[in-house]
């Protein structure tokens, strides 16, 4: 069951190993700054530490309470709970930092029994214990009072310090409903052990902040197949994509199935379509770009995505050029929705810096 589910998760922000090493070499300057702590503070405190330390606190609780009063968990007509924007959100704001209330690995779960996840819940702090059985449950065993049921609705994929892919369920994220158009753009960073999420347009006082639960090439499926997907998490999309008739609708599934293939043939090596030109590659780029503007308002993880891909084949093209263009194009949609310092940043930094 948990393959099932969290094939309609999104996929988590990984990085690769060559990034990995850049950031365990960065360690020693981080941890001039106080974000990642290897020995206790006491071991080597003095007073100018101290004091450093505790201007770091309070300057991350100021952010924290700045990022909460951009929104509110409020009722949501059709949808139970839902959060919504408290003022005007620009794109590339960052809304929300969050780590995991409970972290299961993957490979644990299936053979994890319902009393063994209630025993964990237990083991947490009351007031995270009585927010997690708030949490809506999709019943996926049939049991009304399941924790790994809840755990399998609500959980987003997250990696431990090792890597190790796990079910993260979260206090503040679980409440950010679904679209197949999402505003809100969460990515998982592995170093500070965090999920962010950043509004990837202007979002305006009063509208809903929606994530997305699907994969983005489920998101490149037709309103009925996405239907048939979210079905497993028991609730029916009514997102402005879904909600289209007629014509709208008819052309909205067509740019999305025109996005699934486009995508396959820059992503997927083993197909046989796949650009073997400049002019045939930029094509593809410019065309997945205009369905992204079109049918996703814009939205920038998609678009790095395929900026991202083009880089690759360009790369694999000995076309340093057009690598060095698609790379910096990649990175500048991906800056908007995960900062500076994510690990997709600093790789794509990193594909910068060598293009030249
Ligand atoms: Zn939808």
């Known amino acids: 069951m948990a393959t099932t589910v969290r094939e309609v998760l999104p996929a988590p922000a990984t990085r690769s190993r060559s990034v990995s090493a850049w950031t365990l070499r960065r360690r020693p300057a981080m941890e001039e700054t106080g974000r990642i702590q290897s020995e206790p503070w006491g071991a080597r405190r003095t007073p100018v530490r101290c004091l450093t330390a505790a201007l770091f606190g309070a300057t991350r609780r100021i952010h924290r309470l700045k990022l909460r009063s951009s929104f509110e ?57 009585d927010f997690f059985w708030k949490l809506f449950d999709a019943e996926i065993f049939g049991d009304k009072r399941s924790a790994k049921s809840r ?11 090792s890597g190790h892919e796990c079910f993260g369920v979260f206090n503040s994220i679980a409440r950010f409903n679904h679209s197949c158009v999402p505003n809100v753009h969460n990515s ?17 006082e009063g509208q809903e902040l929606c994530t997305s639960y699907l994969k983005p090439k489920d998101l490149y499926r037709s309103s009925q197949e996405r239907r048939q997907l979210l079905q497993r998490l028991k609730f029916r999309c009514n997102c402005e994509a879904c909600s289209l008739t007629g014509e709208d609708a008819v052309r909205s599934d067509q740019r999305r199935k025109e996005l699934q293939s486009l995508t396959r043939q820059l992503e997927e090596s083993d197909t046989t379509v796949r650009p073997s030109e400049r002019a045939a590659l930029l094509q593809l780029v410019e065309q997945a770009i205009g369905l992204i503007d079109a049918d996703f308002r814009k939205n920038p993880a998609l678009k790095c995505r395929v900026y991202s891909a083009g880089f690759e084949l360009a790369a694999e093209l000995a076309d340093l050029e057009m690598a060095s263009k698609l790379a910096k194009a990649a990175l500048e949609e991906i800056l908007l929705v995960e900062g500076s310092t994510s690990p997709r940043t600093m790789m794509l930094q990193q594909c910068v810096d060598l293009c030249g």
């Open 73 to 129: 968990v409020q009722p949501i007509e059709g949808k139970g709970l839902g959060v919504v924007a408290m003022r005007n959100i620009s794109q590339g704001e960052m809304i929300l930092e969050d780590q995991p209330m409970l972290a299961i690995p993957c490979k644990d779960l299936d053979r994890l029994t319902d009393r063994d996840v209630e025993e964990m819940v237990k083991a947490l702090p009351q007031q995270k214990q």
């Open 151 to 161: 755990v399998l609705t609500n959980s987003y994929p997250v990696e431990d310090a």
């Open 188 to 204: 998982w960073d592995i170093e500070t052990q965090s999920e962010t999420l950043y509004a990837s347009r202007d979002i305006f």
